[in-house]
Nanobody, 116 residues
Framework: QVQVVESGGGLVQAGGSLRLTCTVN????????MDWYRQASGKEREFVAS???????NYSTFAEGRFTISRDNTKNAIYLEMNSLKVDDTGVYYC??????????WGQGTQVTVSS
């Protein structure tokens, strides 16, 4: 019933930037937090960044200083601005919405490919 949709992925050169968008068909303030994860080919899905209902955020170590998570409550959307992209940033980026500790909603992901 809850739909989480990512967009904005694509091909970018190393050192470049990309902005991902995640839209939800709900008031995003109803979610305790929303997150970005990513999964490289052949590897496990890993945490990228979170943003909470009160706009607090946190980042993985590889994202700190390069990525910025933000939100627009009027559009029920969160964003991930990625700068200084590296080849190792390549992967499928997923959006996750957490209304509480019991429920999790995932999007289908958007592919990010960073070329050398």
């Amino acid at each position: 019933q809850v739909q989480v949709v990512e967009s904005g992925g694509g091909l970018v050169q190393a050192g470049g930037s990309l902005r991902l968008t995640c839209t939800v068909n709900r008031n995003i303030l109803s979610f305790r937090n929303m997150d970005w994860y990513r999964q490289a080919s052949g590897k496990e899905r890993e945490f990228v960044a979170s943003i909470f209902y009160n706009n607090w955020s946190n980042y993985s170590t590889f994202a700190e200083g390069r990525f910025t998570i933000s939100r627009d409550n009027t559009k029920n959307a969160i964003y991930l601005e990625m700068n200084s992209l590296k080849v190792d940033d390549t992967g499928v980026y997923y959006c996750k919405a957490d209304p509480d500790l019991r429920r999790i909603y995932w999007g289908q992901g958007t592919q990010v490919t960073v070329s050398s």
